[in-house]
Structure formats: C-alpha cells, structure tokens
C-alpha cells in the first residue's frame, strides 16, 4: 500500500505540501482532544456520524490551481508500480486527503488509478492515519480475503504513516511491515524501533529494494511471490 502525497506524488512548492502535513496533524490532536468528550456519548449511538472534514474541506476551497499544476509524478515510483504489477501484486493508495476534488483527480490526471485495487480516502473512514481506520478499509477493498501467508507492506512519507501500520497490525493481529520514505517518516521509524532496512531516502531506495526481493528471492526479503502478496 502506498500514500499518495509526498509518495507517489510530490508537491511543485514542498511549502504546500508542508502546510497541509501541519494542518492536517492539527486536526488529528483536535479530533482526539474531542473524542475524550464525546466517548461516552458515542458508545450509546448505532452508528458513528460522518466524519466532518471542516480544516480539509476548507483547504480545496482555497485551492486555484489543478492537480496537474499543483502536482509532479514520482517518475521512479511508478517504475515500481509496474514492477509490482507484472509480478501481481495487489496494491492500494491511502491517503488522508480527500478524495472528491483531489485524490481521485490525481489519480485520474497521471493515470495512477490503473495500479491500484483499492484507494482510501479521508472521507471514507472516520478516522484518518495515524489510526488505523484507513489501511484497514484498503484492505478490505482489495478484492479478497487477507491469508496467512500474505506479506503486506505499506510506504508513507510521514511519521503518522509509520503509526497507522503498526497500528493496523495490531489490529487484525497480520503483520504489516512500514517502509519510511524521507527524513519525516524516518524519525517514526526510529521511534518505532524498525530495522534500518525499512528506512527509505528516496524512491530510489525503495525501488531497489522491491527489484531485490523479487530477483533474489531470499527469505528475508519479505516478499513470497506464491500467494501473489499485498503490497
């Protein structure tokens, strides 16, 4: 599984990119400090209301440009995609921005969509990463039921991405193994205590370590090509 912002795509002002990180784990500490209140309340209801989305619905009002000027391809990553689709592995996007307006252009604009099973979006869980919420809807829509020996893995560019997998393992007691890719997500992965080889400078790095799981094929690699694993 893959994010979408600062992963498969990059920003042409990384200070938008930065902003919206900002904005974004704001509305994540306010959305907990609200949860503390609200708990009790919440456990009485059927069902959970629909998540609002206030600071991310404001951000693309504000928005003038098109994805497409707004946004260049990680040319390197999407080596990886076709790597990763020849070998046939199922893959998915989560990401914590919203879909309709955005995600789902991106996608269309540099034709991304056809790599993927499934695509998360912050308006489809009420919760967006670091929970868990997320990664778990991904896999739920990629088309069949997760098996023991699937390998998972899962690469962001921010500490939170780091979170919401080994949050997400927990959760369905599956291993899901975290790449960081960058200096944000690289400080979670040292926090978490990952082994370095799951630490990610660049696109670079990660597209070489997917061309050597699959060429070597040693066990370490993580990656078993019988069952086709998720990624």
């Known amino acids: 599984m893959f994010d979408l912002d600062g992963t498969l795509v990059h920003h042409v002002n990384p200070r938008v990119l930065q902003m919206l990180e900002f904005l974004d784990d704001c509305s994540h500490r306010g959305g907990r400090l609200v949860a503390r209140f609200r708990l009790a309340r919440r456990n009485l209801m059927a069902e959970k209301p629909a998540p609002k989305l206030l600071v991310h619905r404001a951000i693309h009002r504000v928005r003038r ?29 989560v990401s914590n921005g919203l879909g309709r307006g955005y995600g789902h252009d991106v996608l269309e604009a540099f034709d991304l969509k056809q790599y993927f099973n499934a695509a998360v979006f912050r308006e489809d869980v009420h919760r967006g990463k670091p929970w868990p919420d997320s990664i778990l809807a991904c896999l739920k829509g990629m088309g069949r039921e997760l098996r023991r020996s699937d390998v998972i893995w899962y690469i962001g560019d921010q500490r939170k991405d780091i979170g919401a997998a080994q ?27 990952l082994h370095p080889s799951q630490i990610m400078w660049s696109a670079l790095d990660f597209e070489r370590a997917v061309g050597a799981a699959f060429d070597t094929g040693i066990e370490h690699s993580l990656i078993d090509p019988l069952p086709a694993p998720l990624l």
């Open 167 to 193: 949050a997400a393992s927990q959760s369905i007691g599956h291993t899901i193994r975290p790449f960081a890719l960058g200096a944000r997500a690289a400080i979670g992965a040292v926090e978490a205590r």
């Open 65 to 93: 440009k098109s994805v497409d000027q707004m946004l260049l391809p990680c040319e390197t990553m999407r080596t990886v995609l076709e790597r990763l689709r020849a070998e046939g592995v199922s893959m998915g996007v």
